[in-house]
């Protein structure tokens, strides 16, 4: 069972367009976290979010949390080509366990000059 | 600063050979570390996590064991690798002190394996 549902899976856009990529659960997050991963990489962490409907500005990225902590997005305005990546969102718990991330199976972005 | 070493960075190996994978940190003390296996470049797959020396935990039921010898280093390995054991292996660790709502992960830059 697959508890943190990202989408789209794959997408590819033009320089200078703006996207959203969603991060989607059934289940309720104590926080949830975006990274993104170039290829030959480890992911790097861009943001944590914590309260229900909070939003976090990263320069041209903006990361929303859920009122009720369960889903998230990500909105990246005049995408550019070093956005390119593949975008992973990840829980912590659920179950009040915040030792472990439970990972979305990602997006994969790629921003054509 | 911490840095965290993963070695190697690409492994090629026969089915049934054995493994072991080692991931260091540097710069903390008493981290909690993770192994994460990620297929075809997709989502993050949770194998082992340490809360401390000799302490594995195992999320998954698999061919691999993980070990925890010293406070800041990490192994992964199996005794006969399978085909289905090729992928990509991250290696990860966390602050454990303290309340935190939330635990950041630091990756090492992976190990790719493949086993023919």
């Known amino acids: 069972t697959q508890l943190l549902e990202q989408s789209p899976q794959f997408l590819s856009i033009q320089e200078g367009e703006n996207l959203t990529v969603y991060c989607n659960s059934s289940?309720?997050?104590?926080?949830l976290q975006w990274y993104r991963q170039e290829p030959g990489e480890g992911p790097v962490l861009l943001v944590t979010?914590?309260?229900?409907?909070e939003v976090k500005k990263l320069k041209r990225l903006t990361f929303q949390f859920g009122d009720a902590r369960k889903d998230s997005s990500l909105h990246i305005t005049a995408a550019q080509p070093g956005d390119t990546g593949l975008y992973l969102c990840?829980?912590?718990?659920?179950?009040?366990?915040?030792?472990?991330?439970?990972f979305g199976k990602g997006t994969l972005l790629t921003v054509n000059p | 600063s911490q840095t965290i070493h993963q070695w190697p960075a690409t492994l090629v190996q026969p089915v049934g050979s054995p493994l072991s994978l080692e991931c260091t940190v540097e710069?903390?003390?008493?981290?909690?570390l993770y192994w994460y296996r990620q297929a075809a470049g997709r989502g993050l797959q949770l194998l082992f996590y340490?809360?401390?020396?000799?302490?594995i935990s195992s999320e998954v039921p698999q061919n691999l064991s993980a070990s925890r010898p010293q406070d800041r280093q990490f192994i992964l390995s199996s005794k006969k690798l399978l085909l289905s054991d090729s992928g990509f292996y991250l290696c990860?660790?966390?602050?454990?002190?303290?309340?935190?709502?939330?635990?950041?992960?630091?990756f090492g830059s992976g190990t790719q394996l493949s086993v023919l």
């Open positions: 990860a660790w966390s602050v454990s002190r303290g309340r935190v709502l939330f635990r950041k992960l630091f």
């Open positions: 289940s309720v997050f104590s926080s």
């Open positions: 979010v914590v309260t229900g409907g």
């Open positions: 990840a829980g912590a718990g659920p179950g009040g366990s915040n030792y472990k991330l439970t």
């Open positions: 710069g903390t003390s008493n981290p909690n």
């Open positions: 340490s809360v401390g020396i000799g302490q």
